[in-house]
C-alpha cells in the first residue's frame, strides 16, 4: 500500500520505533459509547486504509474497544500490515455487557488482555502496550507497580517491544520508569485542560512521547469563542486550529484523533500542515485561563 510524506515530521522513540506524529486513534471506530461493531463496517476499513495512505505510521487502539470489534476490522484493513506501520493498545479495564468499563489490573487480567490484542491483530508481537491507570479524565495515585511488572515480564518474553503509560501521574511514570524503558505516556490533555503541562515538559526532556486523548473536548463557551476566533483568522477549522496547537506545543507530542469519516480524517490530517504564528500561539496560551 503506497504512502506518503509522513504527516506532521516523525519522532523516534527507540531504535526500532519511529511514529508519524499526526496518527490515528481508532476509537471511534467502534458502536455507540465505543461498543458493538463499526456502524459502518466499509468505511471503518476506508478510514484506516486512508489513514495509511496518507501517510500516518501510528494507530492507536486496544481491544476493551467494541471490545474486540475494533482490532479485527483494524486486522481486516490493514493485515499484513505495511512496513513500518506502528500499532500501539493499552491494557487494565474490561467493558461489561452493559457497555461499562471496569478497572482490569489483576496479573491474569493484563495477561488476557495482551493475548487478546495479539490476536485480534493478527500480530505474534505488540509494538507498543500502555498501561491504562486511572479512568478517562482522572487519575488515581496508587501504585502502578504491580500490573506493569507483568507487563514488564511479557515484554521480556517477547511478546511485546515497548511499554508505556496511560491516566497516570508524574509519580506514576517514574514507577513504571524502574521496572523498564516508558516510551510513552497517554493522559488527557488540551487546550483547555492544561493540568499535565508540567508532565508534558517532562516528557519532551526524557524523550518520551505524549500522547493527549480528547484533542478538542471540555471548552468552556469562552475558550470556544477564542479557538473559534483564532480558527478563523488562519483560515481552518477549530479542530484543525486546536491539533496545530498541540503539535507546537512539544516536540514529543504525537497525536491520535479519532473519526469514523474519511472527509473528517482528512481535514484532522491536514492540521499537521499548519503552522500556528506567534500571535495564534499566544491567544490559544491564553484559553487555559478563559473560563
Known sequence: M?????????????????????????????????????????EAISVL????????????TSDFYGPATVNEVIKEALHPYPEGLRIVTKVGAVRGEDASWRVALGRQ?????????????????????NLRVGAVDTTVEESLA???????????????????????????????????????VQNLYNLAHRQDDALVERCAAEGIAFAPYFPLGGFSPLQSEVLDRVAAAIGATPQ???LAWLLQRSPTIVLIPGTSSVAHLRDNIAA?????????????????GND
Not at 509522513?6 to 465505543?34: C, N
Not at 486504509?49 to 492507536?60: P, Q
Open 49 to 60: 486504509r486512508t489513514a495509511v495512505e496518507l501517510g500516518v505510521t501510528h494507530i492507536d
Open 146 to 184: 504491580e500490573p506493569f511488572s507483568v507487563l514488564a515480564e511479557l515484554q521480556q518474553q517477547g511478546l511485546i517491544r515497548h511499554l508505556g503509560v496511560s491516566a497516570v501521574t508524574s509519580k506514576q511514570l517514574s514507577q513504571a520508569q524502574q521496572l523498564a524503558p516508558v516510551v510513552t
Open 2 to 42: 503506497p504512502t506518503t510524506t509522513h504527516p506532521g515530521g516523525t519522532l523516534t522513540l527507540a531504535p526500532d520505533l519511529t511514529v508519524s506524529r499526526m496518527g490515528f486513534g481508532a476509537m471511534q471506530l467502534a458502536g455507540p459509547h465505543v461498543f458493538g461493531p463499526p456502524r459502518d463496517r466499509a
Open 272 to 288: 499537521a500542515a499548519l503552522v500556528l504564528p506567534d500571535q495564534a500561539v499566544a491567544e490559544l496560551d491564553d484559553i487555559a
Open 109 to 129: 487480567d493484563i495477561i488476557d488482555a495482551v493475548h487478546a490484542n495479539l490476536t485480534h491483530l493478527g500480530l505474534e508481537v505488540l509494538d507498543v502496550v
Open 240 to 242: 484543525q486550529t486546536a
